[in-house]
């Protein structure tokens, strides 16, 4: 599986931006998707996760509420939908393919991953 991240950039607190992630190479609607973020000197964060016709999401507890997670399978395609932005959101995010039948926060659930897209949030 192939990922393509995008939608990156510099934001102000409180603003919005989406990202959106494509995939290709196998059949996209298998996959639970999920999305990360890696800030600077920090380690890889889970972020959001759906399950493969979108009925099932999971948050961490620090976007939950500005966030939200979709997908459509007819493009092949995941989104992250970041409201509300704060400062502490600057990361750079990364979206990928779950390998068990499961919404789970554990990177170690995730084996293809996209190559990332930057988010800037200036206070």
């Known amino acids: 599986v192939q990922l393509q991240a995008s939608g990156g950039g510099l934001v102000q607190a409180g603003g919005s931006l989406r990202l959106s992630c494509a995939a290709s190479?196998?059949?996209?609607?298998?996959?639970?998707m999920g999305w990360f973020r890696q800030a600077p000197g920090k380690e890889r964060e889970f972020i959001a996760a759906?399950?493969?016709?979108?009925?099932?999401?999971n948050y961490a507890d620090s976007v939950e509420g500005r966030f939200t997670i979709s997908r459509d399978n007819a493009k092949n395609t995941v989104y992250l939908q970041m409201n509300s932005l704060k400062p502490e959101d600057t990361a750079v995010y990364y979206c990928?393919?779950?390998?068990?039948?499961?919404?789970?926060?554990?990177?170690?659930?995730?084996?293809?991953w996209g190559q990332g897209t930057k988010v800037t949030v200036s206070s």
């Open positions: 990928a393919t779950n390998m068990v039948d499961s919404v789970g926060s554990s990177s170690s659930m995730y084996n293809y």
């Open positions: 190479g196998r059949t996209f609607s298998n996959y639970v």
């Open positions: 759906v399950s493969q016709r979108g009925g099932i999401r």
